[in-house]
Every structure is written in structure tokens, then in C-alpha cells.
């Protein structure tokens, strides 16, 4: 008798897994044919957005464009949210709301990837100079999966129910633009989200694979910026001079002391001294020298560590070097940061199985925890603490990825003015992807 119940219970579990595994497979070939249907029109929109860059703050014509895409989609859409910032809603009955993000803004890179379609836009940076505009982070890559999600989910709606939201945020480069946006009522003007996602397209993946990260995903960014003031006076005679090159150099190399001598080992934290200006001839001391140093942490705790010890360090140096009390160095430490994205594992888990049934395991990676930065982070930070998830995509192409896995030549990565992703491949995983996940959370 219990042979009869394990074997009814078996062929019944063969059978609903049969039946699981037919939607499964059904749903993504749907939802392939649509990326395959769309692709030519979204590949002419991704010419589009990568052609004409805009630096962060200024994405007007970029948001207008995505907005206009978004609402011939079938969205109720919302412009100037935290400055140019673009909300497209689509309700479709009681369920979920999921909320998905994509940045707009493109660098000060002057573009060398040779594309027939390559920016040779010029603009004005925050200090008045003027550099070239590119794309160089694969934000048009974002924008461009984004419009080809809402329109496969606009036409999917049978199978989601709830809300979507759809969003083009601005100023993610330059930091502060997902705060403007909740600053402007993003969680509190629209439906407040169940769960937040974004992708963002990889450098050191092929295409056609994906990553995820649970918890921890990328870093703290803090910015740091160091006045070293001496007593300046001739090359040949530095016995008459307080030297602010040398305790510069003293400086930075004191710093790194930080983070090998008081941070705990396994908690990850970078000082980096990212610029040191001073002087003017070879025979001249100078009577100040500017530093300016990035600090990246994971956790808050040791965020704060590091902060307090580098005015610290910075005191002792220069009292060390009979500083009078008049030309003590200046510390400013930014107080605007971009917070450490922290992937709800739980959701990540749940994203990472979605990827792993319909792409396969071997293109599905679990990547470790980066020390870059990305402003979706403070999605997850408001007082409700929305599950927040943010998923790499592969955007080498293969043939290129695997040639440099065999001669071992490094690839362009991003911010790199010869960054290229490979359009086809990569747009079509990452509106296919974003497209599975919202219909896992919000399915019927």
C-alpha cells in the first residue's frame, strides 16, 4: 500500500513538474518572440540614445525621448520627478507593485569605439570646461531594455497582476539623482513599491549571461578633499620652508594605514588618493598642495571608521611636521554619498532561480561584492525598507570575450571611451530578463 501511495505521489509529482516546467518553457519563448519582434525598432532606439549623451543633470532631451517611448506603450507617464526623472505607471488590477529603474545620464568621455553611430557630442562640464559626452556605462543599454520591457509586459497583461513602475532616473553618474526623485515624492506621489529592480549591463561577462549578488552588492562612495597648507619658499633652501609636497606624500601613504591597520579584516574598505595638485616649477616650493581621495566602504559601521580616521591622520602628520596651528591641513568630507546597494537576499535568491529555469544554469553567476558605486541603493533605504535587487548583465560579445579569456588582453571596461557593448545579444537577455522576474513577482 505505501509503495502504491510513493508511486502515485511520484508519477503526480513528475506530472506537476512536467506541467511547470511546459508554462515555464511556454512563457519564455513568449516573451523571446516579443524581444525578437521588437529588436529592430529598439536596436534604431538604441543608435538613438547612444548618439546623443547627455551629462548628468541635463538629460532633458534624453528623458523626453524615453518618456515618449514609454507612453506609446501604453503608460500613464509622469515628467520632471526630481529634475528630469520619467514615472510610467501601468495598473492592471489588484497584486503587487514592482518597480523597475533605469539611469539616463552618460559621462565626460570622449568616445573612441569607432560605432558608425559613435556620440561626438561636446557639452560643458560642472567647471565651465569642455568635454566629450559618451555613453561610456551602458546607460542606453538601460533605457533601451526598459522600453523593451513595458512594451512586453504592456502586452503580457494576462499574465501579471498590480502595478508597474517604470522609471528613468537621472544624475546616477554624478550621485543624487534616485535621492531627488524620492525627495520629489517617487515612494509617496505614486504607489509605493513591494520591490525594486534594476540591471546593469557588465564589461567582464559575455553576453547572454547574467549575475546576481545577494546582500552586499556594491560599495559606500564618499568623497574627500585635503587642503596640505605650508610655508612656501626656494627649491634650494626647504630648511626655510614648511614643505606641503612632502607631507602631502607623508599624508598618503599615512592614509593607507586605514584600512590594513584599523578596519577588520574581512569587512571591505578602499582609500584611494585619486588626485594630488600642487606646485608650479621645479624649483619652487608651493604653499599648499590639494588632494582628493575616495573612500568606499560595504558597511555603515566601518563608513564611519574610516571618515573619522582620515582628519585624524591628516592632524597628526602635519603636527608631526611642526605645522603651526594656523596652517593645519583643511579636511572636507563631502556630506553628500552615495549609499552601498544591499541586494534583499531573499529577493536575490528569488531573481537569481527565475534566471537560473530560464536561462540555464551555466550562464546564471553569483558574482562577489564590488567596491564601485550606484545610487539605486537608496531605494532600500527609505523607512519601509523596500526589497531591492540589482542584477548584472553580460554585454561583451561572446566572440570578443572569448578571445580574451584565450590571449588574456584585458577588455575595454566601463567608463572606458572604448567601451562597446554588443547591442543584439544584450538587449534582447535583459529585456527578457527584467520581463521574467516581474512576471515571477506579479504573476497570476
Known sequence: MKTHRWLLFTLGASLLGSIVWAQDTTLRDTVRALADREYPSLFELYRHFHAHPELSLNEEKTSA???????????????RVGGWGVVAVLKNGAGPTVLVRADMDALPVREQTGLP??????????????????????????????????????????????????????????????????????????????????????????????????????????????TVRGLGGHGAYPHRTKDPVVLAAQIVLALQTIVSREIEAGDPAVVTVGSIQGGTKHNIIPDEVKLQVTVRSHTDTARQQVLAAIPRIVRGQALAAGLPEDRMPLVNIHQEYTPAVYNDPELAERVAGVFRTHFGETNVIRRLPRMGGEDFSEYGRTAERVPICMFNLGAVAPEVY??????????????????????????????????????????R
Open 117 to 226: 553611430y559613435a556620440s561626438t557630442v561636446t557639452a560643458r562640464d560642472s567647471a565651465g570646461n569642455e568635454v566629450g559626452v559618451m555613453h561610456a556605462c551602458g546607460h542606453d543599454i538601460h533605457m533601451t531594455s526598459l522600453v523593451g520591457t513595458a512594451r512586453a509586459l504592456a502586452q503580457l497583461r494576462t499574465h501579471w497582476a498590480g502595478t508597474l513602475i517604470l522609471i528613468g532616473q537621472p544624475a546616477e553618474e554624478a550621485g543624487g539623482g534616485a535621492a531627488r526623485m524620492l525627495a520629489d515624492g517617487l515612494f509617496t506621489r505614486f504607489p509605493r513599491p513591494d520591490f525594486c529592480l534594476a540591471l546593469h549591463d557588465n564589461a567582464e561577462m559575455p553576453a547572454g549571461q547574467l549575475g546576481y549578488t545577494p546582500g552586499f552588492s556594491t560599495a559606500n562612495v564618499d568623497s574627500v578633499d585635503i
Open 402 to 443: 572569448a578571445a580574451s579569456q584565450r590571449t588574456g588582453q584585458s577588455l575595454p571596461g566601463l567608463h572606458s571611451p572604448r567601451f562597446a557593448p554588443a547591442p543584439e545579444p544584450t538587449l534582447k537577455t535583459g529585456i527578457m530578463a527584467t520581463t521574467l522576474v516581474v512576471l515571477e513577482l506579479m504573476g
Open 65 to 79: 525621448r524615453l518618456a515618449e517611448e514609454l507612453r506609446r506603450a501604453g503608460y500613464e507617464v509622469t515628467e
